[in-house]
Nanobody
Framework: QVQLVESGGGTVQAGNSLRLSCVASGRTSSTSVMGWFRQAPGKEREFVGAIRWNAGTTYYRPVVKGRFSISRDSAKNTVDLQMSGLTPEDTAVYYC?????????????????????WGQGTQVTVSS
């Protein structure tokens, strides 16, 4: 079991920045990929970005690439999502997710079913 707790959400004006954090506990040694997803009201949960836990390589949804950045601290078992240049379209509940299934280094994991542990989510609201 892996437990995930997000923090750092809030309300900001468009153009500003926000940093979300996710703390992992439990059997974190089995984690291969950590992802961030978001879900706006009335919409499906969508991939934002992810980081391969051991290699530290990242990949992002095209619309956030260059604005969002994911980093991890292996010693603290934390994964951060730094968001800048926020727009009202970024308003959503943001979720941290962990994948402990066997992972292929050449595979990019973009779908919610690719991850088997989830945090409770943190609200991000961007006002215009």
């Amino acid at each position: 079991q892996v437990q995930l707790v997000e923090s750092g959400g809030g309300t900001v004006q468009a153009g500003n920045s926000l940093r979300l954090s996710c703390v992992a506990s439990g059997r974190t040694s089995s984690t291969s990929v950590m992802g961030w997803f978001r879900q706006a009201p009335g919409k499906e949960r969508e991939f934002v970005g992810a980081i391969r836990w051991n290699a530290g390589t990242t990949y992002y949804r095209p619309v956030v690439k260059g604005r969002f950045s994911i980093s991890r601290d292996s010693a603290k078992n934390t994964v951060d999502l730094q968001m800048s240049g926020l727009t009202p379209e970024d308003t959503a509940v943001y979720y941290c997710a962990a994948r402990t299934y066997l992972s292929d280094r050449s595979q990019i994991y973009l779908s919610p079913p690719d991850y088997n542990y989830w945090g409770q989510g943190t609200q991000v609201t961007v006002s215009s």
